[in-house]
């Protein structure tokens, strides 16, 4: 493997809870295996004085076991997809006990409170989430780079029945619900800066976003009610504005200039009487 791929390797098996140390040592037993401790302290470049410590963690954790041979205390790793497979039983488990007494002891109110979004994974992950839980209809507004990783979830609700609605600006993103593609997303992106993102779900939820170039993102998401609303009705009269936008589009810019800038424009009126 590759430094850059083995370093990857290293950090995932430290988010799932190996320490530095112990990720090391299970990554050298993984390409040389069976070996004596003293071989993986060279090869993982564990200290000598840490490394029986480190297999011995190792080895309450089920990943490591050791036979002598000649005498010696020949280490060997837990196989990678048993080892993956095992881990992923065990923490299905837990999050299953831990869903079950949590949900017991949760008691629900009115969620009025806002939190932050500033990790675009994270924003991703919510998205996803309010999309699979939603059960009566779903509005959507955003750039085909956030709407994309969406798509199988969006369509597995049309497929169930539930209205989709999504405003796209520029290239399609994709073909399932009712899509209204936005005309000036150019002039649109350049006053934000970013990407725009808007999410409800069963008017009962609601996030948006701006998405910059260098995924930093700044956006919220709650269930407070004022809050739902306000991001329900912008995508509503975005779609409005959509519908009106195909059917005149020609009367539209002879009117009010190229990117319907006279119409953006809500602090003049030149046609007020």
Known sequence: MTTMVVNNTLNKLIEIGFSEYEARAYMALIGNNPVTAYEIARLSGIPTSKIYEVLARL????VVSFSSVDSKKMY?????????ESHRSRLESTLDTLK??????????????IW???DYDHLMEK????????????????????ILPLGDCIKDKTKRG??????????TA???????????????????????????ADSREAMTATVYRDRRVEGAWSMNSGFVTLAEDYVKHDIYIMKIV??????????FGAGYVKLRDVFHDEEAT
């Open 116 to 118: 932050n979004l500033h």
């Open 174 to 200: 994709i073909g399932s619900g009712q899509v209204f593609r936005h005309p000036i997303e150019d002039t649109i992106y350049d006053e934000k800066g970013g990407r725009g993102f808007t999410l409800v």
């Open 76 to 84: 060997v790793p837990l196989p990678p997809q048993e080892f993956i």
């Open 246 to 255: 195909e059917r005149f589009d020609k009367e539209l810019i002879k009117r």
């Open 59 to 62: 080895e309450d954790k089920g």
């Open 100 to 113: 079950r007494e949590l949900s017991a002891e949760y008691i629900e109110k009115d969620v009025s409170y």
């Open 127 to 146: 998205a996803e989430r309010m999309i699979l839980k939603a059960e009566t209809n779903i509005l959507l507004s955003g750039w085909k780079e956030d």
């Open 162 to 171: 539930i209205p989709v609605a999504i405003v796209n600006f520029g290239e």
